[in-house]
């Protein structure tokens, strides 16, 4: 196996590297901690024996924080840690909020591996980071597990993992920044337009089942890295496995899944999940897109509540109601997989369009219109150049303006079938217009079950998935994110991530130009659960030494603005473009609220106008994260705006 490490280039070798991590022998370390009672030294979280444990002194003059510092004696390639809480059947000290950092001399420690929360339960917790060399450990523990609030902190057993096969990563692009451990196993997700990302998994933080009436939820705030959890209970609604959109007021409307009929609504504004109107139609795997005129489409869904038949129907969210626009047929988006309509009217890539028009762009190999005013109507699209059916593949709208859409991967099955690498260029027009479409370059990866988010640039990163789809596994996984750029076609191989994002992944840009990418398992005791998150930092906001560049800023803009409105911005300095990229909403592959409108600016220095298109079908109402980009093509933070009607 050593001769693998020098040849990085096939999915069989990442699949290789997975799991290649073990335990470092503890034997002759020492550990130091803030606070400590007396029988339960820090020395008790590495002595092998889960029934003895560290203990911060039973006196409120220690409170929270409290840290452990574990010296290894030596250094090595450190990419994991596992903290077991006491197993004495007391919750007391278990800890929730926390930071892991590694330190080469246990003086300067530098910034935190992982951070987040752990669940509040006894069982292991297992963070895995980009591997560094390093000697000393240390965790912090902010708060207490939730529910709890004691002053104190215990660990059982402290765990340190090393990276078998650990590789030096110069000349790759972009950086992994900290994990985030998150206290549930995120298979869905939502930008909220105060910069917080939405998450929830199902009845369970680790598992699913059929139709419970309650969903685990948390929040992530990417600017103080707390995560909090939540379980919702008052819609009676298992949001597992739903259909998700953005409105045109940045509410989250979700639909179906385990409680095959139900509706509810996330209001980012009272931070409350609410109860809609029951779909007329019971739907799981459904695919969902707010149109031109602020209503949700809703087609396909055969996962839950009855196979076949899974016409279009449509939510209008201010009169709270649904109904079916029968003629918007399933028939036509139907893939040829061998599990039937089971499978084969899944996620479904739509994109609201001109004229309350629907663009379905596969995964069938078949292209669609649909129309959904009135009894509805579909008039076939054509097929997707030489694709076949590209079940659990992406699609992103990287050029709203230019009617742009670039796919990437899926497999002509759900399960057990390899997936393809290809990816294709597709330009829609008018509704019922035959769209323009051409293979572009194919990834280096094949990737099912993968997630792409357009960046602020109009390239899109793709990462995640796996090149042999089978859900809840993470063999054949591909580790290395790819960029796809429009101008040239070619993709740029990244630096790969620490963590397998295969079924049940999400991924989201993030106000700052990162990309959050999460979750994955959610299959119970299974060993695919991936209860944690990684940002990436894109190569546009990098120097070649992997130091920031400096990043334009917006100084001022207003915080709502019409179609087809001229918006003013000043920034901090000279800016060459602006775009705006529609907060996303992402489970199952499909995010069909993300897209992309690039602007061009009138102005110079410090003061620039762009204008918002003004069909209600290409700059989609709803909330937008704005960004100003520099001579350099690195993008500021950005602000986030609502397009109005
Ligand atoms: C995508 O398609 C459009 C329309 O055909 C074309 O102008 C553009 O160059 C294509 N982009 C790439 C990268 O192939």
Not at 510 to 534: I, S
Request: hydrophobic share 35%; charged share 15%; glycine share 12%.
């Amino acid at each position: 196996m050593v001769f693998l490490r020098y040849t990085f280039v096939s999915f069989l070798l990442i699949d290789t590297i997975i799991g290649a991590y073990f335990p470092i022998n503890r034997q002759g370390w020492t550990a130091t901690a803030d606070s400590f009672q007396d029988g339960n030294e820090p020395s008790k979280a590495i002595d092998g024996n889960a029934n003895t444990f560290w203990h911060s002194r039973y006196n409120p003059d220690d409170p929270l924080p409290n840290s452990i510092t574990i010296d290894m004696k030596q250094s090595f390639s450190v990419n994991g840690v596992s903290y077991q809480p006491r197993q004495d059947g007391s919750g007391n000290g278990r800890i929730g909020q926390h930071r892991i950092e590694l330190s080469a001399d246990g003086q300067s420690w530098g910034q935190p591996v992982a951070i987040g929360t752990y669940v509040n339960d006894a069982t292991t917790k297992r963070t895995t980071f980009i591997a560094r060399s390093a000697r000393y450990v240390r965790i912090t523990a902010l708060s207490e597990a939730q529910g709890a609030n004691n002053p104190w902190t215990s660990a059982a057993e402290i765990n340190v993992f090393t990276e078998a096969n650990y590789r030096s990563r110069s000349g790759w692009s972009g950086i992994w920044l900290n994990t985030v451990d998150i206290p549930i196993v995120p298979a869905a997700a939502a930008n909220l337009p105060n910069g917080k990302v939405l998450l929830w998994s199902a009845y369970r933080i680790d598992d699913f089942g059929g139709g419970t009436g309650q969903t685990q939820t948390a929040v992530y705030d990417p600017t103080t890295g707390e995560v909090t959890q939540r379980l919702v209970t008052n819609n009676q609604h298992d949001m597992f496995c739903p259909g998700i959109s953005m409105d045109f007021n940045g509410r989250i409307v979700v639909t179906g899944g385990n409680d095959e009929q139900k509706t509810t609504i996330y209001d980012p504004t009272s931070d409350q999940w609410v109860a809609g109107a029951d779909m007329k139609i019971s739907r799981g795997y459904q695919s969902t897109t707010t149109t031109s005129n602020g209503r949700v489409f809703n087609i396909g869904g055969s996962w839950s509540g009855g196979e076949g038949g899974k016409n279009g129907e449509i939510y209008d969210p201010s009169a709270n109601q649904w109904s079916l626009v029968q003629n918007a047929l399933v028939s036509p988006m139907l893939t040829n997989d061998r599990a039937g309509v089971y499978r084969s009217d899944n996620h479904a890539w739509l994109f609201g369009w001109k004229g309350q028009s629907v663009f379905q762009a596969g995964p069938s190999k078949a292209m669609n219109w649909y129309t959904t005013t009135g009894t509805g109507g579909v008039q076939g699209a054509g097929l997707r150049s030489t694709s076949q059916d590209a079940m659990n593949g992406n699609a992103v709208m990287y050029d709203a303006v230019a009617g742009r859409i670039l796919t990437v991967g899926g497999a002509q099955h759900y399960q057990a079938a390899q997936a393809t690498a290809d990816a294709y260029n597709i330009t829609i027009g008018n509704p019922g217009t035959t769209p323009q479409v051409a293979k572009t370059a194919s990834m280096s990866f094949a990737r099912g079950f993968a997630n792409a988010v357009v960046l602020p640039d109009g390239t899109t990163f793709v990462a995640g998935g796996q090149s042999w789809v089978e859900p809840f596994t993470d063999t054949t996984a591909a580790l290395v994110p790819e960029l796809w750029n429009p101008a040239t076609g070619a993709w740029t191989q990244l630096n790969p991530m620490a963590i397998p994002r295969t079924y049940h992944s999400i991924a989201l840009l993030l106000p700052d130009a990162t990309v959050l990418v999460g979750g994955g398992g959610l299959c119970g005791g299974c060993g695919t659960n991936h209860w944690d998150a990684e940002t990436f930092v894109p190569p546009y906001l990098l120097n070649a030494d992997g130091s920031r560049k400096a990043r334009p800023v917006i100084q001022t803009v207003a915080q709502t603005v019409r179609l087809g409105a001229s918006l003013a911005i000043t920034t901090g300095g000279q800016v060459r473009s602006f775009s705006l990229v529609r907060l996303g909403t992402a489970t199952h592959t499909v995010n069909t609220d993300q897209r992309r409108v690039p602007l061009t600016p009138s102005g110079s220095g410090t003061s620039y106008t762009v204008t918002i298109p003004s069909d209600a079908g290409v700059a989609l109402p709803g909330y937008w994260f704005l960004f100003a980009i520099d001579n350099n093509g690195t993008p500021s933070i950005a602000k986030t705006i609502k397009v109005t009607t």
